[in-house]
């Protein structure tokens, strides 16, 4: 039940990570004369913030959520324990992907408005 919950936790985050960067991207690539650049550095950056995040996840969101699950949904026992780690994983490497991602997508607005501009 736990390794499910891992499987569970690792895709729905980075499904979270990608969804909520594309919107964000998308806005931020509008604003800016060269979109194409934006959305490039904002891909590579989530692909980039992958791994880092995913231990960062394990290390992180496994621990509190598992302890948070554990201790909200003591009443059904082990599957609490999984509903926590599977949330604390998602929710711990979207953020990471987004971040990532979001970040890049600022670094290629600012080097766009500075030196690209003609």
Do not use: E
């Not at 998602?90 to 003609?118: E, H, P």
């Amino acid at each position: 039940m736990i390794f499910a919950a891992i499987i569970v936790g690792l895709l729905g985050g980075c499904a979270a990570g990608y969804v909520v960067s594309l919107r964000v991207t998308t806005r931020l690539a509008a604003s800016s004369s060269r979109p194409r650049l934006i959305r490039w550095l904002a891909v590579t950056g989530g692909f980039l913030a992958v791994l880092p995040s995913g231990f960062m996840a394990f290390v992180v969101g496994g621990n509190i959520g598992g302890a948070a699950g554990a201790s909200a949904l003591s009443q059904i026992g082990p599957l609490g324990i999984a509903i926590g780690i599977a949330a604390g994983l998602a929710l711990v490497l979207g953020l990471g992907i987004t971040l990532c991602s979001l970040a890049f997508a600022a670094l290629g607005l600012i080097v766009d408005k500075q030196y690209l501009r003609t």
